[in-house]
């Protein structure tokens, strides 16, 4: 194998405003949002210093300081949109509602689209004006339920189980509710998917659906370079254990747009406590071979710490600093979410009757984005409306090998799921009423 050497990115001190912007963009999309915020802060009265340390401060959650910025820039230039939706965001997350609504108003007026309607329904309520909060949540969820239906419901992108088998059970899954953990799609059964990606217009194919890992598939290359053959971007999440060496520099060579590891830890017990049943040393020495491997190349390769528990702030930090340490600087750290309801961690949130780690008390229900956007194949062909979590066909919404995806999506049971994000109201729909994946 031919390694590339590994390069961390500068980390001189900028000397002007223009580097420390240009470098904080670069730390901001490795995640180094605290690092990218030092850089700022060293620019106190350069607007645009001012505005993105706001932003980076509100992605931390560090709501006071983040608020000072962009009142500093709506001093400057008072209809500043996205200073004016970040200081509401700021003033309701304080327990400030009813001051963020004049702002809001004013957002509105400039630009009423579905993300400003929603944060004022939000802010009026948490005010105590709950009809006028009823009705922009309504026109809220309406306008993304209503761009779903101007292109006839149709999706633009798949998500494909080709390996039912999962080799792990770490311990963020839902797999303590999975009914079964075999099977394998057909070659024909993908190339019918490959067939409705054409008809569709759809463009990007995720290999990975409610649960598996793909890699454990004996066809999965060939399934992988037909799928890059046709024009789809093509992206693959692993949990990275069937890897070799060969199996690394075939993978790094297909054309695909993203490889995903997931991967948490810091030393053996960390991870194998979580990753359980996988063997640290083998999944290091595969994950510093693909990121070695793809560096400087079409495939973004990236790794995916989903991070749970109490500590879960601990387990990111220490995860990044431990792969950095290895030349790997491409780290997504997410919380992990609840799987539809299957997993209890976190708080309760009682309004929402919800588990999860994140924080909910300033959120509303709105239409799951992959569910507006994608739908699962399973490996026998069954079609789900949930691409991510429905590991065992809860949300059944045809067959492919039965209808077309098109007909498929315009059917009963798409619509049933549909009118429920609409409305909000899904508590009769499997999963969705208990996941905390549609909030915000």
């Keep these: 194998m031919s390694r590339r050497p590994s390069r961390k990115p500068t980390t001189a001190r900028p000397k002007t405003a223009a580097e420390a912007l240009g470098q904080a963009q670069r730390l901001s999309m490795n995640q180094r949002l605290e690092e990218a915020e030092a850089l700022l802060a060293a620019f106190p009265d350069h607007p645009d210093c001012v505005l993105h340390r706001a932003a980076l401060l509100a992605t ?62 939000v802010a009026l309520d948490e005010a105590g004006r709950q009809d006028e909060a009823a009705r922009d949540l309504a026109a809220a969820r309406g306008t993304l339920v209503d761009w779903l239906e101007a ?39 993908f190339d019918r998917v490959l067939a409705e990606c054409a008809a569709n217009g759809v463009k990007r194919l995720h290999v990975l659906s409610g649960q598996g890992e793909p890699l454990l598939h004996p066809q999965v290359f060939e399934m992988l370079e037909k799928a890059v053959a046709q024009g789809l971007e093509v992206g693959i999440v692993t949990n990275g254990t ?43 020495e595969n994950l510093k071979r693909m990121a070695a491997l793809t560096q400087g190349g079409k495939t973004n390769f990236m790794i995916k710490a989903v991070c749970s528990g109490d500590n879960w702030a601990e387990v990111r930090d220490r995860t990044r600093a431990f792969l950095a340490e290895h030349g790997v600087e491409r780290v997504f750290t997410v919380i992990a979410n609840n799987f539809g309801g299957h997993v209890q961690h976190g708080r309760f949130f009682e309004d929402h ?17 992959v569910f507006l956007k994608a739908v699962g194949v399973f490996c026998d062909g069954t079609v789900t409306a949930c691409g991510c979590y429905d590991s065992n066909a809860e949300l059944k919404i045809g067959h492919i090998l039965e209808n077309s ?9 798409f619509r049933r799921i549909l009118q429920g994000f609409r409305t909000g109201e899904l508590a009769d729909v499997p999963m969705c009423g208990k996941c905390d994946d549609c909030f915000g």
């Design 151 to 189: 292109r006839d419901l149709a999706p633009v992108e798949v998500y494909v189980q080709i390996a039912r088998r999962c080799n792990l059970r770490c311990t963020m899954c839902g797999h303590e509710v999975w009914q079964s953990n075999s099977g394998f799609m057909e070659p024909e059964l």
């Design 60 to 121: 931390l959650e560090r709501w006071a300081e983040a608020e000072r910025g962009f009142t500093r820039i709506l001093s400057m230039a008072p209809n500043h949109l996205d200073s004016m939706m970040g200081l509401a965001t700021c003033l309701i997350e304080q327990g400030r509602a009813a001051e963020a609504v004049p702002l809001l108003d004013a957002a509105a007026r400039a630009k009423s689209d579905h993300r400003i309607r929603y944060r004022r329904a």
């Design 353 to 369: 009757q919800v588990w999860s780690l994140k924080n909910l008390a300033h959120q509303r229900r709105m239409p799951c984005r």
């Design 242 to 284: 069937p890897l070799t060496p060969e199996r690394c520099e075939r993978l790094a060579g297909l054309g695909l747009s993203y490889i995903q590891f997931s991967f948490a830890g810091w030393d053996k017990d960390s991870y194998e406590r979580t990753y359980v049943g996988a063997k640290f040393e083998r999944v290091i």
């Design 405 to 413: 995806l098109a007909d498929i999506r315009k059917g009963a049971e």
